[in-house]
Nanobody
């Protein structure tokens, strides 16, 4: 059974940094598409970044140049390094995994989410 567990959320000041982690188990990590999504209060869920097993990471325009997604294959852990944080980055962040990137929303494995709050 697949498990996805996010950690690393919290509160940061504008301009600050946070690093999220997503520990996984129960599926073939090396061939899956891995992604970070977020959902702010009153807004729809949006994809932040994804990395497929054989392609370079891709980012939403809103986080490009500030966020970096990476994988530790040995630990089967996905990371999201968030720098130059803005108040609009405040949201619950979720990690997700699927055999194909276009299957993430409807057929993916999802974590329970971790809250990120950017506030002075």
């Amino acid at each position: 059974q697949a498990q996805m567990t996010e950690s690393g959320g919290g509160t940061a000041q504008p301009g600050g940094s946070l690093r999220l982690s997503c520990a996984t188990s129960g599926f073939t990590w090396s061939t899956y598409c891995m992604a970070w999504f977020r959902q702010a209060p009153g807004k729809e869920r949006e994809e932040v970044a994804h990395v497929d097993y054989n392609t370079a990471p891709r980012y939403a325009d809103s986080v490009k140049g500030r966020f970096t997604v990476s994988k530790d294959n040995a630990k089967k852990t996905l990371y999201l390094e968030m720098n130059s944080l803005k108040s609009e980055d405040t949201a619950v962040y979720y990690c997700a995994a699927a055999i194909r990137c276009d299957w993430l929303v409807d057929h993916g494995y999802w974590g329970q989410g971790t809250q990120v709050t950017v506030s002075s």
